[in-house]
């Protein structure tokens, strides 16, 4: 499906994601085009700082994935939190260790329901900046109520809180993500996909030259995928819709979050959207189609579970309700060829290509600044206000 463009380096020169660069500039969105188009790059750029990272971390995490006892615990707020619910079903059935997601923002409120004093755990902490309260809370939390807790910091900014914690005596590893990833946009775009990566190839039981080599072949998947979607997703998005509906299954159920909001931030709420399962999207949600509601559908890279996903597509374009339903994924209306070797998490990231550029387009369509869609500061690109409260 997908062909390379050998037109593709030259037109970046001028063109970007079916705009000029100056066209983008002028509207105020010039920095989320060129992240979102990066995104080939910014990936070998970490391929190739993961060769040397790698070891390092598997130093850190010594034998810990092997011991049942041991917990991971994958944390963030917003699409941070999202980039460990893609991965931490994945890493929880390939380790001994117990795996799990769970959002700084529960944490900080219910820590009971997630620490065991008496439990080793590592606390992996997803941050574009490293300075959100929040991230900075949760390590504080761990420290306070787990003796010995330990801490992989991946993130973007060098300079951020998170990245600035010393060794602690061994108990702190730090995993930076090229310098380019630290997105100057206000939607997490390359930081999110890089994040999601590296922490894939860093706890991965896979031989660490394995996971480079996967990350190398999405990153060339990724780069025919941007220049062959490119068209038909600003066709796509060039309609105006009320409401955007993103759906999928196990690990993409929860890039269909990271899509949805995706859509809120950079339309500033001016174009609703939820995320749900193919099967559970029956129970209930489905009551949001209407005539200006767009459906997309991530087909899983699992074969069973691509039979359900075209249950649902054919029963929603026979019901004939929604504006437009369509698919993202193998053997579907925006995809790629079938590869070998790629589960849905690893796979997460190249179909979220699809999602950011359709948000840049309808942001630019609403007449918005998508750099900045919220230009009374009602919402900020690193949380503000928020108070950290002790029991």
């Known amino acids: 499906m997908l062909q390379p463009n050998r037109h593709f380096y030259f037109l970046s020169m001028t063109q ?6 100056q066209s983008w500039s002028d509207i105020g969105g010039l920095a989320t085009a060129e992240e979102i ?4 790059a910014v990936w070998r750029a970490l391929a190739t700082s993961l060769q040397t990272e790698l070891p390092r971390v598997s130093a850190f995490l010594c034998d810990c994935l092997r011991n049942p006892a041991q917990r991971v615990i994958l944390t963030g707020a917003g699409s941070s939190a999202y980039a460990g619910e ?3 079903d994945t890493l929880d059935a390939a380790w001994p260790a117990s795996v799990r997601a769970v959002p700084t923002t529960s944490l900080l409120t219910h820590a009971e329901l997630y620490l065991d004093a008496n439990a080793p755990t590592l606390l992996v902490s997803f941050a574009r900046s ?5 991230s900075v809370a949760a390590v504080e939390l761990l420290r306070a109520t787990v003796p010995g807790a330990r801490f992989l910091h991946v993130t973007c900014n060098p300079d951020g809180a998170l ?6 005596g061994g108990h702190v590893c730090t995993l930076l993500m090229p310098a380019a990833s630290c997105d100057r946009g206000f939607a997490m775009t390359s930081s999110f996909t890089s994040m999601v990566l590296a922490t894939l190839c860093a706890l991965s039981p896979q031989p660490a030259e394995q996971s480079v080599a996967q990350v190398n072949a999405l990153a060339a998947l990724a780069e025919q995928a941007l220049a062959v979607w490119a068209a038909p997703v600003a066709e796509l998005a060039a309609q105006r819709v009320g409401r955007v509906v993103y759906l999928g299954a196990g690990p993409l159920e929860a890039l269909a979050k990271e899509a949805a909001l995706k859509i809120l931030e950079l339309t500033a709420g001016q174009v609703q959207a939820m995320a749900n399962t193919p099967l559970g999207f029956r129970h209930g949600p489905k009551a949001a ?9 991530f087909h899983s890279a699992k074969a069973l579970a691509r039979r ?3 249950d649902l597509l054919a029963e ?5 309700i929604a504006a437009r339903c369509l698919t993202v994924g193998f053997g579907a209306d925006i995809g790629v060829p079938a590869v070998e070797g790629f589960s849905d998490a690893w796979l997460a990231p190249l179909w979220l290509l699809m999602a950011q550029q359709y948000a840049l387009h309808q942001s630019a369509l609403l007449g918005l600044r998508p750099d900045n869609p919220f230009a009374g500061g009602t919402v900020n690109r690193v949380v503000q206000g928020v108070t950290i409260y002790q029991e």
């Open 289 to 297: 189609v209407n005539g200006d509601t767009l459906v997309v559908l």
């Open 16 to 21: 970007l994601l079916q705009r000029g660069r």
């Open 37 to 40: 188009a990066q995104q080939p």
């Open 308 to 310: 359900y996903d075209s």
């Open 316 to 320: 929603l374009r026979r019901d004939g």
């Open 130 to 134: 490293g300075d959100s309260p929040e």
């Open 163 to 168: 990245a600035r914690q010393a060794g602690d």
């Open 86 to 88: 893609i991965i931490a």
